[in-house]
Structure formats: structure tokens, C-alpha cells
């Protein structure tokens, strides 16, 4: 399986900065890198920085955010790398400053392909200098950089060097509380050993493993295989009775009576069934919170 990290934060944090730094690290780690960019232009500039640090595979998605209007080119990009670059160990998602994280994974994680890519988790590069004017951003923006911080899987605190010491101290109290969860590093230039990333994030459990309640991840994944074809009524009142910390849910399952799978969809309580022409594994991926106890009983 091919370890997948996604470049999470807020426009100007230095992500790009640190993600030609980790694709260094990979490649003198002896394995091959890939990159996937996001760019809401015609022309990503930040490509051009990346090609220059030799022979690394690498995708662009461009014209649209990968956690929305693009979700489906994404799939189709990391397809298309998939097929292109089988030998790759190492696949980084670099998504534009405006993305969600949630959102943003949600269009990575893909049952075409679930069982190819283990998602390890959201690398969040932190602006420490935006942090303290913060509030000069609009209510939107700032809702957003809040976000992109929370759900981080590990923190790397950029821009530590244009900071006094004291605070530097409030900055990295204030971010570590907001998210408790992920280990979080102080750097100038985004530069951080990526040895010490997939330590730590192994060490907490990555978000394609079930989190314990009270001291998992603030997000996660799940995989649901079927054996058989589904009843549709009783799948769908299963799906009534689940918690409000299940965000999205998304496969292709087989359902009674039908000559091919259908595609499903969930989020925000809606429902939707759209029908293929192909038969496909039944599979559903499944993102949200406190997951562990999450499986469906097929009816008898």
C-alpha cells in the first residue's frame, strides 16, 4: 500500500516550502515519492518548484478546490498516478490554502482505489505569525484556519522566527489546545524531519485505524466490505439510527434486485443513489468521528 499524507494550511503558511524539504527526505530514505497539487488557477506556479527537485512523480489538479467542484478530478488524478507510477511509496497531497481538511480527504479517500492507499493523516503547516492576527481575518477565513488546526493529525508551527519568545509561548499554547490530539513541532522554513512524523503518527494510530474513545485522532476512516447484495430499505433506516459525528459515507454497493452496483453517497443526513452500469466490489468508505463501533448487520 502506498502511504499517503495530506499537506494541510492556511494561503502563504509555507506548505509548499516543507513539501519539497519532505520529498528530499523520502527520496534519500531510499523511496520514491509522489505529489499530487492543488491550485484554484489555470497555472500552478508551486509545480515548477517541485519538478525542480528531480524525477518525482507528480499530478496537478487545477481550476477547482480537490474538496469540491474538483473531488471527481482528484479521483481521476490519483488513478491515473496509481496506474502511471505502481512503484510509488509515498504520495503527498498538497491541497490549496482554501481547502477543508475534512473535505479535502473526503475526495482522497475513494472505494475505486481504498484498498491501494493507506491514508496516514493531515499534516497541518501552521502560520505562527497569522495566528496572532487572526482576528483580522474575515469571520470565514478565520473559521477555516481554525478548522484546518483541529483537524490536524501532526502540527508543524511555521514562522517561529518572527516571533518574540513570549509569544512564541502563547502561539503554541493557544494551537496546542485547540487540538490536544496532534504532536506539534516548531520550525522556520516548515523544515521537519519526516522520520519524526510518521513516528508520531504511527504512534497515535492513523486515521484509517479505529480510534478509542477519548484518545483518537478528531478524524477518521472506515471500510465497509459486503459479501452479499444489500437491501436498500433496511440499509438505509441502518443508516437513519448513526451518530451526528458520522460526516460522510460514500461506496459502490450492490442492492437487491439489481443487475449493478449503485453508487451511494451521505453527507449532512442526505441520502443518494446513483446507478452504474458495471459491477463493481461493494465498499464503503466511511469518515467521521468515534468510529469503532460503527459496522452494519445485513438483514436476515
Not at 513539501?19 to 505529489?35: D, F, N, T, W, Y
Not at 471500510?223 to 444489500?230: E, I, K, R, Y
Request: charged residues 20%; negative net charge.
Amino acid at each position: 500500500m502506498i502511504d499517503v499524507y495530506l499537506l494541510s494550511g492556511f494561503l502563504g503558511s509555507g506548505k509548499t516550502s516543507g513539501l519539497v524539504q519532505l520529498i528530499e527526505q523520502v527520496k534519500q530514505s531510499g523511496r520514491l515519492p509522489a505529489v499530487l497539487m492543488n491550485e484554484f488557477g489555470e497555472m500552478n506556479i508551486d509545480s515548477q518548484i517541485v519538478e525542480d527537485t528531480g524525477e518525482v512523480p507528480l499530478k496537478e489538479l487545477l481550476n477547482g478546490c480537490i474538496c469540491c467542484s474538483g473531488a471527481e478530478s482528484t479521483e481521476a488524478q490519483i488513478q491515473s498516478l496509481l496506474a502511471d507510477y505502481p512503484h510509488v511509496d509515498v504520495l503527498f497531497i498538497e491541497t490549496t490554502g482554501a481547502a477543508h481538511p475534512v473535505e479535502a480527504l473526503d475526495a482522497v479517500y475513494s472505494p475505486l482505489f481504498a484498498a491501494q492507499l493507506c491514508v496516514k493523516g493531515i499534516i497541518t503547516i501552521v502560520d505562527a505569525k497569522r495566528w496572532i492576527d487572526r482576528d483580522a481575518l474575515s469571520p470565514r477565513m478565520l473559521a477555516l484556519f481554525l478548522e484546518q488546526i483541529r483537524h490536524a493529525h501532526f502540527m508543524v508551527l511555521n514562522k517561529t522566527d518572527l516571533l518574540s519568545d513570549d509569544e512564541l509561548a502563547t502561539v503554541t499554547m493557544q494551537v496546542s489546545q485547540l487540538n490536544p490530539y496532534a504532536p506539534l513541532v516548531q520550525t522556520v522554513n516548515a523544515k521537519v524531519d519526516f522520520r519524526y512524523i510518521e513516528k508520531m503518527i504511527d504512534a497515535s494510530s492513523a486515521p484509517t485505524h479505529e480510534v478509542q474513545t477519548g484518545s483518537g485522532l478528531p478524524i477518521a476512516s472506515k471500510v465497509l466490505t459486503f459479501d452479499q447484495p444489500v437491501d436498500q430499505e433496511h440499509f438505509e433506516a441502518w443508516v437513519r439510527t448513526l451518530p451526528d459525528t458520522i460526516y460522510r459515507m460514500k461506496g459502490y454497493i450492490q442492492l437487491e434486485g439489481s443487475r449493478y452496483s449503485h453508487l451511494f453517497q451521505y453527507a449532512y443526513g442526505m441520502v443518494q443513489w446513483i446507478p452504474e452500469y458495471i459491477q463493481l466490489p461493494s465498499t464503503l468508505v466511511i469518515i467521521g468521528e468515534q468510529l469503532q463501533h460503527v459496522k452494519y448487520e445485513p438483514k436476515n
